[in-house]
């Protein structure tokens, strides 16, 4: 699986998560792949024309903006957003869910196409369908 954390996440959480699943998944962050800035249209569909990636996400943006919303939805990308109090914990908290619902996450991008959006709750251990 390729997963791409976005610019809202620490790249030291992207680093982290790499080293865990080294061999097993590839685990980038944004600015490693585009660098720094880069505008959420271009790098929705330069993320898409290399393939299926899923993306973990602080941005909700993405899914209330209509230009970013719509590039999304026709992508080949599957979003995983952090929930706003999930968005606002400390990197330790956000690095517990993530790999509390790593599973889930894991499944859940083998049953859906491309564009579907979910979000990580902060306490549940269910993943809410955007």
């Known amino acids: 699986m390729k997963v791409l954390l976005d610019e809202n996440l620490s790249p030291a959480l992207a680093k982290a998560l790499d080293a865990l699943f080294a061999g097993?998944?590839?685990i980038r962050h944004l600015r490693e792949k585009f660098g720094p800035s880069v505008a959420d249209v271009t790098w929705i569909n330069e993320l898409s024309a290399d393939?299926?990636?899923i993306v973990i996400s602080g941005d909700r943006k993405i899914t209330r903006n209509r230009a970013e919303y719509h590039t999304f939805r026709n992508s080949q990308l599957i979003g995983f957003?952090?929930?706003s109090g999930l968005h606002k914990a400390k990197v330790t908290k956000q690095m517990e869910r993530i790999l509390a619902l790593w599973d889930a996450i894991e499944a859940q991008a083998g049953l859906v196409q491309g564009g579907a959006m979910f979000e990580l709750?902060?306490?549940a251990?269910?993943?809410?369908q955007l």
Request: net charge positive; glycine share 6%; proline share 6%.
């Open 51 to 53: 393939g299926r990636w």
């Open 81 to 83: 957003f952090l929930s």
């Open 125 to 128: 251990a269910r993943l809410k």
């Open 24 to 26: 097993r998944h590839e």
């Open 121 to 123: 709750p902060m306490s």
